[in-house]
């Protein structure tokens, strides 16, 4: 158990390094920013949806190594996915974050790494983030969210 907690540690910590997919988007055709005032992460989701189907997502922002990593890892389980299975994966993903005894879907892929902020409460804002202002985005709300 400790040798795999270790590997998702040096899963985390890779993609807090050297996240995936940090960048704006020019072409971007929803945007939306997000805030975790308990923890001080701020994130900006960019989408480039073509009917139903993520093209192309990528983010940029300010945060700590799990609300990072986290945007990192969802970026690249998003691309070329269809919104609906987008939402999914999010319902998915906030269940095993919110759920001791919750099984890891396959569909989760890599995003399994991050099970462990279950155990600290305020680092599940963290965690969730990233997926919030996606929603927020895909909405195209105007005001910022927040995980408040
Ligand atoms: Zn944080």
């Not at 072409?27 to 192309?56: M, P, S």
């Not at 319902?91 to 095993?96: G, R």
Request: charged share 25%.
């Amino acid at each position: 158990m400790s040798d795999l907690r270790d590997l998702y540690q040096e899963v985390i910590f890779d993609h807090y390094k050297k996240p995936r997919n940090f960048h704006a988007m020019a072409d971007a055709n929803h945007v939306a920013h997000g805030h975790n005032r308990l923890c001080g992460d701020k994130l900006t989701v960019y989408l480039h949806l073509e009917g139903d189907v993520i093209q192309d997502v990528s983010f940029e922002g300010n945060g700590c190594a799990i609300s990072t990593a986290s945007a990192s890892l969802m970026t690249d389980a998003l691309k070329g996915k269809k919104v609906e299975e987008a939402e999914r994966l999010f319902e998915e993903f906030h269940h095993l974050v919110t759920h001791d005894d919750a099984e890891a879907s396959p569909d989760l892929g890599k995003l399994e790494v991050l099970a462990g902020v279950r155990e600290f409460p305020a680092r599940v804002k963290c965690a969730t983030l990233a997926w919030h202002t996606l929603q927020a985005a895909l909405k195209d709300r105007a005001a910022p969210v927040t995980t408040e």
